[in-house]
């Protein structure tokens, strides 16, 4: 311990900021005047000083290795003074201030097989969490469903254009680490069977009143009973009222909820975080269960580009997913995706009387 | 060395156009010689194949000194994937708005080589660094060398989270405020605040220079600093006219779309009703040449949103409209810290009353907005409401009404029977 204690460091906070940036940055700080979208991924930018700025972005997966991070840092010293950023979204951009040096960049990132785009009215990188690969309470895998979505959207990063951008988000649980409730699409991780009790671990690894605390519809209750003559003292689950939030299993340990028949995907739509037009929205249920089925969860990619070509085919331009909706109605855009309205569409929660509709104002569909 | 398990479900995920961790992971492996990369393979074909993750829950491990900024993680078939037993998270601070040297990168990937998986992050939703996968008896060396690299923990549990922000001024002409500095002050000043987990649950702040919120300030953070401005949109007339000849239908898409009706074209010239516009950023969005924010810029702190456990999603709600950002160092110094007294008399207010994982919203929402307000010591004002309430249950208080609330019963009997 004292090896550790010696000399050391702490509470210093991250790099400062400009200690990061290329000279061009330094230089234009504040200074920017507008920029234009050459093409899907190519951005540029111009200053009051007069210097012109191209920003190129690739897609990137968040899960990356130190041998890809090392890869893009030759690209960055070889093309961009040794400098590069990554956006909210796990991309990468790439900055050039000459023409000719754009082109060999853009020609080297194609040849290593990088896809350029990302910007503008199309769909660019999903936002995702840890999934199978990190985290203890997932529903659902996070990078895999998001690479099998991307592999069949791809187009729309780097070709294809849509009527506004369209932000897509996975979330493993309902925890949401990210922010999915503010999503043109999203995919969120869903159990559906009540945690089990592990009555002989519990006392142990738990404490029971906040395990009972932890519960939003109080569909938890002490449980006290006698097992070959010792006292074991526990929790019960009502499993009438458990809306499976498996708030109870972050407390406790001992209530596992995952489950392969129990788990899988609920699919949201129409939310944004912008204010331009709209005020931002919450993202609205879509489709509340598919199966979960890796390795590619074809299910949940037909749903989510279906969701995405009605869009296409119906909405104006510089319409969000959401802005789209509320105009046409949700009754229609049920009838144009098909999907079936169910009763899990209609809000049972907290505030589920303001989502009813107090009018006579809507539209037929049969 | 060679991968160790056969993976016939992840190999699935080497096909298409879209970037492939997988391929990503076993060059790792193959390549980097990362037995934790093989042996995450491994397990995570096995949750492939079950549908089912093999994370143990929790585990408390950190270093000295602080409360986060370590997830500890076990798997739970270490017999199956030992170098996969210990597989624990650090989260490091980015630097603001995510800009790298090439040379920090290599810093960063030769500390993870050297102590852990080389697997990372690159970012944590909340916008850390994330190293992924390393023993417990390697943390200690690891945050040590990354200190003396320059780089420190993020947060984690019930601390203040690591704070991030929008490209802001460094690529964007949007830009109100500073972005990357108000998130590199609020860092550098609460960093006990981060380390030291000691209130009732997580606290977020995320800074957005403009109304576009490119980092979700307004559904994702407990303090959202958006920047806007209160002068006029500047315009170009001639570039407005370049948009027009270049096929953008101004009347349909920029007057049409305007959610105030607040604009005007007419021969060929737009006029704005400045007093009416709520700063949407539409118009300027389609014609960055032509529409520029004022320069009397500042930003506007909103209030409370979190993801839905356990309450429901809240996004935040306006408490200050506008609050200036720039000026001279003393000015924005002068600026900080008035944004720094509001914040910790919330924060005050919040460990007094807050419960075991109630965030601020939803303590706003519990005991009411009048209480926040009373808490920071800030006057209600119509910006922080869509509309009033259509409840008639107000909870007046004695001091409102004359003679107060005691009253002689033998009186109210006097002059009514019972």
């Known amino acids: 311990m004292a090896d550790v204690m010696k000399d050391r460091i702490t509470d210093i906070g991250p790099p400062k900021y400009d200690t990061m940036w290329p000279d061009v940055i330094k230089e234009n700080y504040g200074k920017w005047l507008y920029h234009e979208e050459l093409e899907p991924g190519v951005l540029k930018h111009v200053s009051e000083t007069g210097t012109n700025l191209f920003t190129v972005r690739i897609a990137a997966t968040r899960l990356m290795t130190t041998l890809h991070m090392r890869d893009l840092a030759a690209i960055a010293d070889e093309f961009c003074d040794g400098y590069l950023r990554f956006t909210t979204r796990n991309n990468v951009e790439f900055m050039v201030t000459d023409e000719g040096k754009l082109k060999a960049l853009k020609a080297k990132l194609k ?89 002989d671990r519990l006392l142990n690894v738990c404490e029971i009143p906040t395990t009972i605390a932890a519960c939003p519809t109080a569909a938890i209750k002490p449980y006290n009973f006698e097992e070959e003559g010792k006292k074991v003292k526990s929790v019960q689950v009502n ?128 | 060395m060679p991968l160790t398990h056969k993976t016939p479900l992840l190999d699935e995920l080497e096909k298409g ?8 992971l076993k060059r790792a492996a193959i390549e980097g010689n990362s037995d934790t990369a093989n042996d995450l393979l491994g397990q995570l ?33 270490p017999q199956m994937f030992p170098a996969v037993e210990h597989f624990h998270t650090m989260r490091i601070n980015q630097p603001a708005s995510k800009f790298y040297s090439s040379k920090a990168l290599r810093t960063l990937s030769d500390i993870w080589d050297k102590h852990g998986s080389k697997i990372t992050n690159m970012h944590g939703s909340t916008g850390d660094i994330i190293f992924l996968g390393c023993r417990t008896e390697a943390l200690e060396p690891c945050f040590a060398d990354l200190t003396a690299a320059g780089f420190d ?36 000043t609460y960093q006990d605040e981060m380390h030291r987990p000691a209130w009732p649950y997580k606290f977020k702040f995320k800074i957005s220079g403009c109304p576009n919120d490119c980092v979700a300030a307004i ?94 999603a809240q996004m935040s709600a306006v408490v200050i409209p506008f609050m200036k950002m720039d000026g001279s160092a003393e000015e924005i110094e002068d600026q900080y810290r008035e944004l720094k007294d509001f914040i910790e008399k919330l924060w005050d207010w919040w460990d007094e009353e807050g419960k075991n994982r109630e965030r601020t919203g939803e303590l706003i929402q519990r005991l ?51």
């Not at chain 1, 879509?286 to 995405?308: D, F, G, Q």
Request: hydrophobic share 35%; aromatic share 10%; glycine share 10%.
């Open chain 2, 17 to 24: 156009p879209w970037p492939s961790f997988v391929k990503d």
């Open chain 2, 368 to 418: 009411g907005y009048r209480a926040f307000l009373e808490a920071v010591e800030l006057e209600p004002l119509p910006q922080m409401i869509k509309e009033p309430r259509s409840n008639p249950y107000i909870f007046f208080r004695e001091e409102e009404v004359p003679g107060g609330w005691e009253r002689n019963l033998e009186e109210y009997r006097a002059r009514h029977q019972a």
């Open chain 1, 239 to 366: 499993n009438e009222r458990c809306m499976f939030c498996g708030n109870c299993y972050t407390m406790c340990p001992a209530m596992p909820l995952a489950d392969p028949d129990g788990d899988g995907v609920a699919l949201w739509v129409g939310g944004k975080v912008s204010n331009a037009r709209s005020m931002p929205m919450f993202s609205k249920l879509a489709v509340p269960y598919l199966p979960n089925t890796p390795p590619r969860w074809p299910e949940t990619v037909e749903h989510v580009k279906k969701m995405v070509k009605v869009y296409a085919d119906n909405a104006r331009p510089f319409e969000r997913m959401g802005e789209w909706i509320q105009r046409i109605g949700w009754e229609q855009w049920f009838k144009l995706t098909g999907f079936e309205f169910t009763t899990h569409h209609i809000d049972d929660y907290r505030f589920a009387m303001t989502t009813w509709r107090n009018s006579t104002q809507f539209r037929f569909t049969e």
């Open chain 2, 219 to 312: 559904a994702r953070a407990d303090c959202s600093i958006i920047g806007t401005w209160r002068d006029d949109i500047r315009v170009n007339q001639a570039e407005v006219k370049k948009y027009a000849e270049a096929g953008l239908d101004i009347q349909q898409h920029i007057v049409g779309l305007c959610p105030t009706k607040c604009i005007t074209y007419e021969n060929g010239q737009i006029s704005i009703d400045n007093k009416n516009c709520t700063r949407c950023m539409h118009c300027i969005n389609v014609m960055p040449k032509a529409l520029r924010p004022g320069t009397d810029t500042g930003a506007t702190i909103l209030i409370g949103a979190k993801a839905p456990i356990l309450e429901g």
């Open chain 1, 111 to 199: 040849a290593d097989g990088h896809l350029i785009g990302g910007t503008g009215a199309g769909i660019t990188n999903i936002v995702h969490t840890q999934g199978w690969v990190h985290c203890h309470t997932p529903a659902i895998d996070a990078s895999g469903i998001v690479k099998a979505v991307m592999d069949e959207l791809a187009e729309y990063f780097h070709d294809k254009r849509l009527p506004a951008k369209v932000r897509i988000s996975l979330a493993c649980c309902l925890n949401m680490c990210g922010a999915v409730h503010c999503s043109d699409i999203s995919i969120l991780g869903v159990h559906r069977k009540p945690p089990l009790v592990e009555h």
């Open chain 2, 153 to 188: 923990l993020g947060g984690s549990g019930s601390a203040l989270r690591t704070p991030s922000c929008c490209v802001g001024k460094a690529r964007c002409e949007w830009a109100c405020i500073d972005t990357q500095d108000i998130c590199y002050s609020l860092t550098m």
């Open chain 2, 45 to 77: 074909e096995l949750s492939y194949k079950q549908k089912v993750g093999h994370w143990k829950h929790g585990g408390i491990v950190g270093v000295f000194g602080y409360g986060g900024g370590v997830i500890g993680r076990y798997s739970d078939v």
